[in-house]
């Protein structure tokens, strides 16, 4: 006799579905001691194809800048050595709260590599790689021209500059009257 009585129901971690006699493991379940256990915090389903109860998770899944992974930040303090940097965006997508990350002299373009006061100001929004995360510690990379300052802001008068990168991040007033 099945031991699942409602095949759609919520589940916990470790939680029994059923004897591995009656339904093999599927996406979000293991086997162990016979039994096929949840996997996930979730609701089981039956994959009748396969003959398999699969667990779909309804927790959110969890966007963490991990090794590899492109993230945007805004520049905290800068000094010669490193800088620390808010995490904001990660694989694009918008974070909170945010992570704090630190990008060394010797992770940005060689042209710096004596000061990164030079490539860096305190309020830029950067665009780098995640490079290490051993130790609780962000650490980026901005070296390679995919990675740099997108937008910075005027050190004098504090409006939207030009970009280290190239583009200007958005049209100055003058700039737009003029096209129209």
Same mark, same amino acid.
Do not use: W
């Given at each position: 006799m099945s031991k699942v009585r409602n095949v759609n129901r919520k589940v916990f971690p470790g939680e029994e579905l059923a004897v591995i006699e009656e339904y093999n493991v599927g996406e979000g379940s293991y086997q162990e001691d016979g /039994?096929?256990?949840?996997?996930? /915090?979730?609701?089981?389903r039956l994959n009748k194809e396969k003959r398999a /109860?699969?667990?779909e998770k309804v927790t959110k899944h969890l966007n963490l800048p991990l090794e590899g992974v492109i993230i945007i930040a805004e520049t905290g303090s800068v000094t010669r050595r $490193?800088?620390?940097?808010? &995490?904001?965006?990660?694989?694009? =997508? =918008? &974070?909170?709260? +945010?992570? +704090?990350?630190?990008?060394? &002299?010797? $992770?940005?373009?060689?042209?710096f590599s004596r000061n990164l006061e030079q490539a860096l100001r305190s309020g830029d929004i950067v665009r780098a790689v995640v490079a290490n995360t051993k130790n609780r510690i962000i650490q980026l990379s901005m070296a390679g021209p995919e990675y740099g300052v997108v937008y910075a802001y005027c050190s004098r008068c504090g409006a939207s500059s030009r970009t280290r990168m190239g583009a200007s991040p958005a049209p100055v007033a003058s700039e737009s009257s003029a096209a129209r």
């Amino acid at each position: 006799m099945s031991k699942v009585r409602n095949v759609n129901r919520k589940v916990f971690p470790g939680e029994e579905l059923a004897v591995i006699e009656e339904y093999n493991v599927g996406e979000g379940s293991y086997q162990e001691d016979g /039994l096929v256990r949840s996997e996930e /915090l979730g609701e089981t389903r039956l994959n009748k194809e396969k003959r398999a /109860l699969e667990v779909e998770k309804v927790t959110k899944h969890l966007n963490l800048p991990l090794e590899g992974v492109i993230i945007i930040a805004e520049t905290g303090s800068v000094t010669r050595r $490193d800088a620390r940097v808010d &995490i904001f965006r990660v694989d694009g =997508k =918008k &974070i909170v709260p +945010t992570y +704090t990350g630190v990008v060394h &002299i010797n $992770d940005v373009a060689r042209e710096f590599s004596r000061n990164l006061e030079q490539a860096l100001r305190s309020g830029d929004i950067v665009r780098a790689v995640v490079a290490n995360t051993k130790n609780r510690i962000i650490q980026l990379s901005m070296a390679g021209p995919e990675y740099g300052v997108v937008y910075a802001y005027c050190s004098r008068c504090g409006a939207s500059s030009r970009t280290r990168m190239g583009a200007s991040p958005a049209p100055v007033a003058s700039e737009s009257s003029a096209a129209r």
